[in-house]
């Protein structure tokens, strides 16, 4: 990508979203202060891509504005915006309790928006995009740590299958016009994110951000204790959305000979089965146990933490094997605790 390219964010205002956004235009980093990779680094290892920009040309569309279930709108923005590149992290999200209350909303929804968006892209010439999905895409009983090839191997986990559907219908799309067509579209599956600008809402919210918010209310009232969804032995993994927004552009900006080998193989010819899809994460994980004491501790809140085993556990365990990535030359730098203690200074700001 070039500074004066035309990029469009999809779903700007999101988590993902709005870490692209800072991470283009190259404001701070909330966890790292001025500039990118201060003293917070949970390694030794620098992106050497970063920085990169700013990229001025930036364009974005609040749902009002452009509602990306709805074809023809699409189409017409397409046509007369012409974007360069197109980052595609607009999407229907939400936790176990989201999911399953609003499955048929979550997989139309979501099929919409990247059926409309991909197509769009096609037929307007776009030179790259980016298609944003999820760990959820993997098999619930996945070998662990789920490699990129482990896609299509076996059932999904139901309390997301909705969800994780759509995602892999995404896939496919980028996969089938890269074929078809010679199109530059590659799908990257972030771990659990974690961030500024995430979904706080009691109900609806992915399990840090519900974490915050009941640690901060319980510790502001003063109750004796936290109830945690679940038995707390679930393994998860978590990446601050600074750093996946990161990754996002050093793949976007990856010479032609090395973007063109993660664009999928032709299984017909090949008998390969290798999608264009990249696993983004930091590799380790823990459990939810383990994750609500560091959130309880971040917080401040001094009360007891129950589980609640009545509540589902969701996946045993959703570790990334993100060796591919690797490999490419890009690692997370941001340590756990600092990126939690940065997203918990961001919903204290945001509730004042």
């Excluded at 990257?188 to 519900?210: C, F, K, R, W």
Aim: hydrophobic share 40%.
């Amino acid at each position: 990508m070039k500074p004066g390219d035309k990029i469009y964010i999809a779903g700007h205002r999101g988590l993902v979203g709005s870490a692209l956004m800072r991470r283009l235009a190259l404001t701070p980093s909330p966890s790292r202060g001025e500039g990118w990779g201060g003293s917070e680094s949970a390694s030794d290892v620098v992106t050497e891509a970063l920085p990169t920009g700013p990229y001025p040309n930036l364009l974005t569309r609040t749902h009002a504005e452009l509602d990306l279930t709805d074809q023809a709108a699409v189409e017409a923005f397409f046509a007369a915006e012409k974007p360069d590149y197109v980052f595609l992290a607009a999407a229907k999200v939400g936790g176990i309790l989201a999911n399953n209350s609003y499955p048929a909303e979550f997989i139309r929804d979501n099929l919409a928006i990247q059926t409309n968006v991909i197509h769009a892209a096609w037929k307007n010439n776009v030179k790259r995009l980016l298609f944003l999905g999820s760990s959820c895409i993997y098999p619930r009983l996945a070998p662990q740590p789920m490699k990129e090839e482990h896609l299509l191997t076996g059932p999904l986990e139901p309390t997301n299958r909705p969800y994780a559907l759509a995602k892999i219908a995404g896939i496919e799309m980028c996969w089938s016009y890269n074929r078809q067509y010679g199109t530059q579209y590659l799908a990257v599956m972030p771990t659990n994110l974690y961030g500024p600008g995430d979904n706080y809402h009691p109900q609806n919210s992915h399990v840090i951000p519900a974490l915050i918010r009941k640690f901060h209310e319980a510790k502001q009232a003063n109750t004796p204790s936290v109830s945690v969804w679940g038995t707390g032995t679930p393994r998860r993994e978590f990446l601050y959305s600074d750093d996946m927004a990161d990754a996002c552009v050093y793949l976007m900006n990856l010479p032609d000979e090395q973007f063109k080998t993660l664009l999928g193989s032709d299984e017909a010819a090949t008998g390969i089965f290798m999608p264009p899809l990249v696993n983004i994460g930091v590799g380790h994980d823990l459990t939810i146990r383990e994750l609500a004491a560091t959130v309880k501790e971040v917080v401040g809140y001094q009360g007891a933490i129950e589980f609640d085993t009545s509540k589902p556990d969701g996946t045993p365990r959703k570790l990334m094997d993100v060796s591919r990535l690797d490999a490419l030359g890009w690692r997370a730098p941001t340590a756990f605790k600092a990126g939690l203690s940065a997203a918990y200074r961001d919903f204290v700001e945001r509730i004042k």
